[in-house]
């Protein structure tokens, strides 16, 4: 019978061991390569795919959130929607319809059913500047306008009359022209006053018509000797 010696032993337990993982390097590629080796991973998304979610068709009605109604019962399915109804084909929504909203709504919120305007622009807007409602304002001598509580700038124009002279004026913040010196009319080229006669020369003598100032003056030339009158 052989007897091993503990030198033997040590050369024979060395020899094993290099065996041993000489085995594992060799059979390890295999195990990347055999797909069975990933069959956990497989299942795993197969499970995935066949979740089976509930399906309450018929029996309720789930809102934005996920929550579920009954059968019969009111809820509303989002934040800004109408009150609805749960039933067996489904929600069923009121419609209602809803007021306009204000043409110069300048903030509109949608927290309910219907939108709600919450501000409405309280002046109006003229020529680039602004003007509080039923405020009256002049943009120019001859316009006299209002902000209207429409937001609308309602103007009136001045209609001026025809002036009873033929120099009239115009004057800083005045629409319409004036006459300094009084009604008056055209002599020739000379300008004299209304109302009285004027000797605008020795030998003439002329008077404005009475309200018609555009016209020329009525004269009266008498006889004269070298510009001398005879009478």
């Given at each position: 019978?052989?007897?091993?010696?503990?030198?033997g032993?040590?050369?024979?337990?060395?020899?094993?061991?290099?065996?041993?993982?000489?085995?594992?390097?060799?059979?390890?590629?295999a195990?990347?390569?055999?797909?069975?080796?990933y069959?956990a991973?497989?299942a795993?998304?197969?499970?995935?795919?066949?979740?089976?979610f509930?399906d309450?068709?018929?029996?309720?009605?789930?809102?934005?959130?996920?929550?579920?109604?009954?059968l019969?019962e009111?809820?509303?399915?989002?934040?800004?929607?109408?009150?609805?109804?749960?039933?067996?084909d489904?929600?069923?929504?009121d419609?209602?319809?809803?007021?306009?909203?204000?043409?110069?709504?300048t903030k509109?919120e949608?927290?309910g059913?219907c939108p709600?305007?919450k501000?409405?622009?309280?002046?109006?807007e003229y020529?680039?500047?602004?003007?509080?409602?039923?405020?009256?304002f002049?943009?120019?001598?001859?316009?006299w306008?209002?902000?209207?509580?429409n937001?609308?700038?309602?103007c009136?124009?001045?209609?001026?009359?025809?002036?009873e002279?033929?120099?009239p004026?115009?004057?800083?913040?005045?629409?319409?022209?004036?006459?300094?010196?009084?009604?008056?009319?055209?002599?020739?080229t000379t300008?004299?006053?209304?109302?009285?006669?004027?000797?605008?020369?020795?030998?003439?003598i002329?008077?404005?018509?009475?309200?018609?100032?555009?016209?020329p003056?009525?004269?009266l030339?008498?006889?004269?000797?070298?510009?001398q009158?005879?009478s």
């Amino acid at each position: 019978m052989w007897m091993a010696t503990p030198r033997g032993r040590m050369r024979a337990r060395l020899w094993a061991a290099s065996v041993l993982l000489l085995s594992l390097s060799v059979a390890s590629p295999a195990a990347v390569d055999n797909p069975q080796d990933y069959t956990a991973d497989e299942a795993e998304r197969t499970a995935v795919d066949n979740i089976i979610f509930d399906d309450y068709r018929g029996k309720g009605c789930v809102d934005d959130s996920g929550f579920v109604y009954k059968l019969g019962e009111r809820f509303y399915p989002g934040h800004s929607n109408c009150p609805c109804e749960c039933t067996e084909d489904g929600p069923v929504c009121d419609q209602p319809e809803c007021p306009k909203l204000h043409p110069k709504c300048t903030k509109v919120e949608h927290n309910g059913c219907c939108p709600e305007c919450k501000e409405v622009r309280n002046f109006c807007e003229y020529r680039g500047k602004t003007y509080k409602i039923l405020e009256e304002f002049k943009p120019s001598p001859c316009e006299w306008c209002r902000c209207e509580p429409n937001n609308e700038v309602h103007c009136v124009v001045s209609d001026c009359a025809v002036p009873e002279c033929v120099n009239p004026v115009y004057e800083p913040e005045q629409c319409c022209p004036i006459c300094k010196n009084g009604p008056n009319c055209f002599a020739g080229t000379t300008i004299i006053p209304a109302g009285i006669e004027v000797k605008v020369d020795d030998c003439t003598i002329c008077r404005c018509h009475n309200g018609d100032w555009w016209k020329p003056a009525q004269c009266l030339r008498r006889e004269c000797l070298n510009g001398q009158s005879l009478s």
